[in-house]
């Protein structure tokens, strides 16, 4: 998409709120590769499609700045829901709580510290929806890991599955981060349990629904 269409979109889509523009400069300015932040575009998406599945239990792998955790937090309309995101860089946890504690959907959303593989055991129940966007090398861990806790009719989705186009030429592109993302959108598309569509959007956006039977 080229520079001018992306801001036509973002002229015709809804406001990015104050607060989420405010986190989008400090991740620029404070932290290191800004370009991870969800952004204006995704995050609106991530919000409707929130108040579409209307969950009442979400999961985030992977928080960095928190700006996708604010986003789905916005789309949250039961009383009781709640969302739970696991970073596992402890540095960032002093950024993370600021910026929480100042949004106005913060006290919905629960931030755990530390490797998702050892923390999801320590949350208990299920989860209608989880977005992965973690560690690229291990997503197909990841993948089966959340299965395991995700409600029938449950979503979720996977950030990053089209890598900057990588994923058509692994034999060019073999590091360790492209050919896990690889290995993940091929876990997904033979898997019978589930029915799923990749969006173009970004570096790719891959929606996962688990079947009810």
Known sequence: MSEELEHYVEAHIDAEPEHLSKLYRDT????????????????RLLKMLVRMINPRRVLELGTYSGYAAQCMAEGLTRPDAELHTIEIDDELEDFLREHFAASPVGERITLHVGDARKVLAEIGG?????????????????????????????????DNTLWDGKVTDTTAHHDAQTLGIAAFNDVVARDP?????????????????????
């Open 28 to 43: 620029h300015l404070r932290l290191l590769y800004p370009r991870m932040c969800s952004g204006h575009v995704q995050g």
């Open 193 to 213: 349990r589930v029915e799923r569509v990749m969006i173009p959007l970004r570096d790719g956006l891959t929606l996962i629904h688990r079947l009810a039977t």
């Open 126 to 158: 299920d989860f209608d929806l989880v977005f992965i966007d973690a560690n690229k090398r291990i997503y197909v861990e990841y993948y089966e890991l959340v299965m395991e806790r995700l409600a029938p009719g449950g979503f979720i989705i996977a």
